[in-house]
């Protein structure tokens, strides 16, 4: 088949160009450099896009291109805007939050700025180049144009398969985990964020309708839970009622390092301190799957197992959840919760309103003034909470998500309070160590601003690791190595898999408790401090009361930790029996089916 240079639609190629255009230009402004992948997406993604226009004959040809250009440019154009402010691209869950644009005019439009009419420009030129030489416009017949129609939408495809074929086949990741909402944009630019996007959504996000049959199953699940838990009262109950609440997500703590020197220093004197007057939980599991620490905050805040595949915050941010500030706010507590990363970090923005905080300080809120890592110093950080917390009307709840001590845990040398030896100092574990010692600093000078402030006697202070900082699969042998002596990976998950569980109060007698528990624990333990009844949370907590229950066990899901595992008083089973594949299974129904929406 052959084809002369005037039986090419300019008009298609006219619009290929300025959409590419278009959508470089956004992807240069969200990205310091433009990825081959995102390059190569970006054109196939338009190949396949407007191949479609070539079935049509003109005029319906050039109206289609036209709606195709208008739609394309609107969503980058929107991108663009929402990038002004919250410095991330736009998503469908974002598109549908329309509720939210309500008074948001104004804001929105000191979003746009003039040039911005670039961005729609070429539209009336295109059809009003159309509208003068459009009797000139060569017509294919149908068998060509299908030829070319299949030829375009072939190669389409085959350029954005390329980079998810790459990431799978060579780096041996999973090509859709997305960690944050520039994930996308980086591997497959704007186009690619949007179509992977809108395929997430479709297939992830859907809420489902529960069977007759799983309604009975939560049921009957709810009603065997309520049935062994025990009476609530004891002195502990409501030793916290109308009080403060403070919990601290601690980033990548483990409890291994609780009480424990290196080369003659305590690595967390801060926490070991406070034990003297904490309720301290030894065994705590994290219990966290894809989300990593946002799974941390939906566990603790909602006493629910994450979804297994995925971030719930990203797939079920938008849903409706149970909370511990739902049931302090009945009490008249506000909640606030703050974490200095951007607030679209783990959909967090979306997703806090849902878990019931009034109130969420990102990034935004703070002053830059002291960067490590991620984001601002966990020292910046609390320092800078402390006029938030003072303007809050008490009783409150605050949630506070730590950032310093995340991977590759490299501080500045001015902040290396153990200061090691070089052949520590210089190793993962070592700066492990370094990081963690930092951030338990960081919250010994939070703690006495507290005190400074006269808040340290009307508030409980709770804090928990989120999840594993090291690793068995990643780093066994230099842990062996230090430690000189081997470690199975029953030992590791004995004794080195836990994350601690602080329940502070400085008129609290120390105690520790053993008893085999998870993250999705916290909610009832608290709720017992707080004075808060079973009853108020019984059938949509999933965990246990940890000072009641004695026996005590933790499912740990996949992720970091390798395959499931039950953690029981018998030992350690790799894999899951019915009965807790079961709980897992009814949390993601309640998650998936927005249960508690539906329940109200
Ligand atoms: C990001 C921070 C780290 O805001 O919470 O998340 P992680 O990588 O640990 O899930
Ligand atoms: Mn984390």
């Known amino acids: ?78 991108d663009l805007v929402y990038f002004r402010y919250f410095g991330s691209p736009i998503t469908m869950y974002l598109f549908l939050q329309t509720s939210n644009l309500e008074g948001l005019g104004p804001s929105i439009l000191s979003l746009i700025q003039a040039s911005d009419i670039l961005f729609f420009i070429d539209i009336p030129v295109i059809l009003g180049a159309y509208l003068f030489l459009k009797s000139e416009h060569p017509l294919l017949g149908i068998k060509k144009r299908v030829y070319l129609f ?39 630019g704007p186009m690619g964020h949007h179509v992977f996007d809108a395929a997430d959504f479709v297939r992830d996000s859907r809420t489902i309708n529960l069977t007759a049959e799983e309604e009975k199953m939560i049921n009957d699940w709810f009603d065997t839970r309520l049935g062994a838990s025990t009476l609530s009262q004891d ?34 004197p801060v926490l070991n301190s406070l034990l003297d007057n904490s309720l ?14 946002s799974d941390a905050e939906l566990l603790v805040n909602t006493s629910l197992y994450p979804v297994r595949e995925g971030s719930t915050f990203f797939r079920y941010g938008h849903h409706s959840y149970p909370s511990l500030a739902k049931l302090l706010a009945e009490d008249g507590y506000q909640s606030i919760a703050l974490h200095a990363d951007d607030g679209s970090f783990w959909n967090r923005e979306l997703t806090y309103p849902n878990l019931g905080f009034d109130t969420f300080y990102d990034i935004a809120s703070f002053k ?129 898999t836990q994350v601690p569980f602080i329940i502070y109060h400085p008129e609290f007698e120390g105690k520790t408790v053993t008893t085999i528990g998870g993250q999705i624990d916290a909610l009832p333990t608290i709720a017992h401090i707080m004075g808060i009844e079973t009853a108020a949370y019984g059938r949509q907590a999933m965990g246990r009361n940890l000072l009641k229950d004695s026996q005590g066990s933790a499912i740990l899901m996949k992720g970091d930790y390798g395959e499931k595992t039950y953690v029981h008083p018998n030992g350690i089973t790799f894999g899951l029996v019915e009965e807790q594949e ?14 508690f929406v539906r329940k109200k």
Do not use: C
Not at 4 to 30: C, E, G, M, P
Not at 240 to 252: A, D, H, R
Not at 281 to 291: I, L, M, R, W
Not at 584 to 591: G, K, Q, W
């Open 368 to 496: 830059r003034d002291d960067m490590i890592g991620m984001g601002l110093s966990d020292k910046s950080f609390f320092t800078q909470s402390i006029p938030f917390l003072k303007e809050l009307p008490e009783p409150f709840y605050s949630f506070y998500v730590t950032l310093t001590s995340h991977t590759p845990y490299e501080i500045p040398d001015a902040e290396n309070g153990l200061q090691l030896s070089e052949e520590l100092a210089t190793s993962h574990l070592g700066n492990y160590f370094e990081s963690i010692h930092y951030t338990d600093s960081a919250i010994g000078e939070f703690i006495d601003q507290l005190k400074k402030e006269q808040l340290l006697d009307d508030t409980i202070i709770v804090l928990y690791g989120d999840h594993d900082g090291l690793f068995y699969h990643r780093d066994l042998a230099e842990i062996e190595d230090y430690y000189d002596k081997k470690i199975t990976q029953e030992e590791w998950m004995k004794s080195y």
């Open 150 to 188: 299949s030829s375009l939408l072939i190669v389409g495809i085959l350029l954005v398969s390329l980079k998810p074929v790459k990431i799978h086949m060579l780096d041996q990741r999973d090509p859709f985990k997305k960690f944050t909402p520039l994930s996308y944009m980086i591997d497959w």
């Open 1 to 78: 088949m052959r084809f002369r240079i005037h039986s090419i639609d300019w008009f298609i190629v006219i619009t290929f160009i300025s959409l590419l255009i278009k959508a470089l230009v956004v992807n240069r402004i969200f990205t310091t450099a433009i990825s081959q992948g995102a390059f190569l997406s970006t054109i196939g993604i338009l190949f396949a896009f407007l191949s479609f226009s070539l079935l049509f004959k003109q005029p319906l040809r050039i109206a289609y291109l036209i709606a195709v250009n208008l739609v394309v440019s609107f969503v980058l154009f929107s």
């Open 235 to 268: 002195e502990l109950f409501g030793a916290g009622k109308g009080k403060n609440l403070i919990v601290i997500q601690v980033e990548s703590l483990q409890n291994f390092v609780i009480n424990q020197q290196v080369e003659g220093k305590e690595i967390t």
């Open 280 to 293: 301290y939980f030894s065994n705590f599991y994290p219990q966290t799957a894809e989300g990593n620490s």
């Open 582 to 595: 079961k709980a897992l299974e009814v949390s993601e129904l309640l998650i998936r089916s927005n249960y």
